[in-house]
């Protein structure tokens, strides 16, 4: 009954923080307070339900136990991590989205191709990547290369679509103004059509972001050398050791967040002067 009764405490003393912190004037310090405490009463209240009930670790381990493993296992997770995340992930999206981008360009640059290939794209896009990772995983080996196959079969689409609706955002005045100062074809790309499209190039390349991460983990199912992340979440399930998985989950969890708020602030810095961004502290 104690630990139920932390566990209802926590809950408590984090609606009473978070509606109080919520009347309170916005800023960038209750900002960052409401999601910490909101997270941290999580896992207060995980633990005492874990502990109170007495749950067994194979079912739900608590948050200590998961950090003990953390710091035990840090030189796994950290091999998982570069096999998974640089290795798999980072190279696969940084591939998709860059063929992405030069097709979307080509297909701006020559309509026909539009009536082509995104016909093709969206049909690539519909195919399941639980079916699509072991075919890949086959031709490309077991290794790296095929999970950054999968990554670039995930995210082209999305970054392809959000190019191309991006390309065209621009009017007809802006464009007739353009060819009244004699400007050619890539000179009104670079001065005028590329900076319209950056908000849906960015869009693009955070959506694109989440599904490299989870692309590269599902493809580990299928085959891989011994070490990943999806590799270890598979083979810890199987030995019953879920403070692991727990561990590879929050890894992942840290990598993709990271991975986002990186892609979020450098669209910031870019696309500075868009009025998505001036009320952005």
């Known amino acids: 009954m104690g630990w139920l009764a932390v566990g209802l405490g926590a809950w408590i003393g984090g609606w009473w923080l978070n509606h109080v912190l919520s009347h309170r004037p916005a800023t960038r310090l209750t900002r960052l307070a409401v999601p910490v405490i909101f ?26 136990q998961i950090a003990a493993t953390f710091v035990a296992k840090t030189h796994i997770l950290w091999e998982d991590f570069v096999q998974t995340v ?10 998709g989205c860059g063929g992405a981008f030069l097709i979307a360009v080509a297909i701006d640059r020559f309509p026909f191709l539009q009536r082509g290939l995104l016909p093709v794209g969206n049909f690539v896009a519909a195919l399941p ?8 995983v086959m031709w490309f080996g077991f290794d790296w290369q095929s ?31 353009m060819r009244t100062y004699g400007a050619g074809y890539w000179t009104t790309l670079l001065k005028l059509r ?10 693009g390349l955070k959506i ?25 979440i598979s083979t810890s399930v199987g030995q019953l050791a879920l403070d692991l998985v727990w561990a590879e989950i929050v890894v992942a969890a840290i990598a993709g967040s990271a991975f986002y708020g990186g892609v979020a602030l450098l669209e910031k810095a870019v696309t500075f002067w868009h009025p998505s961004q001036r009320g952005r502290a």
């Open 86 to 95: 640089i290795k798999g992930a980072l190279t696969g999206y940084v591939m």
């Open 147 to 177: 999970k950054a196959a999968v990554v670039v079969v995930m995210v082209f689409f999305p970054m392809l679509v959000n190019t191309v609706q991006g390309l065209q955002d621009t009017d007809a005045m802006q464009r007739d103004l």
């Open 39 to 64: 997270g941290l009463s999580i896992v207060v209240i995980w633990e005492s339900l874990v502990r109170g009930l007495e749950i067994s670790p194979v079912l739900l381990p608590p948050p200590t």
């Open 194 to 203: 590329l900076p319209a499209a950056m908000p849906f190039i960015f869009n």
């Open 208 to 232: 694109a972001s989440t599904l490299a991460l989870i692309g590269a983990i599902v493809a580990e199912f299928f085959g891989s050398p011994i070490k990943g992340m999806g590799f270890r």
């Open 129 to 136: 990547i639980i079916g699509m990772a072991p075919i890949l």
